[in-house]
């Protein structure tokens, strides 16, 4: 049997563990100065004057509804096709959640069909920035500002990505939502992060992370001196650690040939599966610089065979693979929501299809994938 290719496998390696092995050895295992380093160096990174790092992105999405002021009865308009999160952060804090529906060909959101869904209820729009594929910040970024909305970034997934030149993380919107999660750019284990150019707005986000509190306590346990704490508001626990920064910043150091890397693997996809008449491979934006967080194709109506076969075929050779992105209004969590009209939403979660892609995925390796996927394609499915 041929080695496994998972789907994703985050690199990591010595500067790691060394990261880990230093925060344990000085006791600095809650939140402490690899935190404030990893914030720092997290918001030059994306142009953006302060980073308030986090436990997840979900709870980066939280907060940022919540400093943003969004909350019980507002409408917040959300993409149908993306990680659940994205929804339910609006739900977390008593809000509507209008589902619109994506470009089929970008995965995000269209700005004309969430023109379309705006009420005199709508508050805020949370804009996706799929798969590490910037949304048109210009002209969602126009319609938030026509209807006075607060527009929001989920760029769980986009770290190192730009739109218009301007990276992801210096906000076109009130805030960007990046997560550490495994499967992203660079993992701290769990984590995320919200980068804001307003510093009352993540002054606001680091008394909301830790318990609505004014200052934040000393959890090494080495009895280090603080002053009283004052909590003005209702808040939460959702520090980052100092054991995960240790590891953002070693993947920090990685940062560049992550994308290096990323960006080769997508163009030996593209160049191998760009005219094959059952697939719709990944596009190219003039003005959005694509990281390929996730190297994710569409069947064409008439392919002969539907995601889940390839996914099983592809997965009889040892091959990860994985159907596409969730149609969230489909979910049973949404179920009593009125069911809206997605057509592309519903298509693209039926027809798309998700193939490894990872910093240390080899030539040979991205060819084993797709002669198993064309395999698929043009094999007897007949019985
Ligand atoms: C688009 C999107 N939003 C939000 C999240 C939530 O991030 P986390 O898993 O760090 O909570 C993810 C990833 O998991 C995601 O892909």
Known sequence: ????IPITRP???AAETQGVAEALEDRWVGQGPRVAQFERRLAARVGASQAVALSSG???LHLALVATGLGPGDEVIVPALSFIATANAV?????RVVFADVDPATLNLDPADAARRITPRTRGIIVVHQLGLPADLTRLGDLADKHHLTLIEDAACALGSSWRNTPIGRPHGALACFSFHPRKIITTGEGGAITTSDDSVANQLRRLRNHGGETTPDST????????IHYAQLGYNYRMSDLHAAVGLAQLDRLDEILKRRRRIARRYDARLRNHPSLITPPVIPDATHNYQSYHVTLT???????ADIVTRLAA???SAQCGLTAIHREPAYADEPTPTLP??????????????YPELTDDEVTRVCDALIAALEGDHGT
């Open 221 to 228: 346990g080495q009895g280090r001196s603080q002053g009283p």
């Open 344 to 357: 592309h939403t519903e298509r693209l979660n039926q027809r798309g299809l998700f193939l490894p892609i």
């Open 301 to 307: 109506e008439d392919a002969p065979a539907t995601t």
């Open 1 to 4: 049997m041929s080695d496994e």
């Open 91 to 95: 739900r977390m804090v008593g809000g």
């Open 58 to 60: 979900t709870t980066a």
């Open 11 to 13: 690199w990591l390696g």
């Open 317 to 319: 050779e040892s091959i």
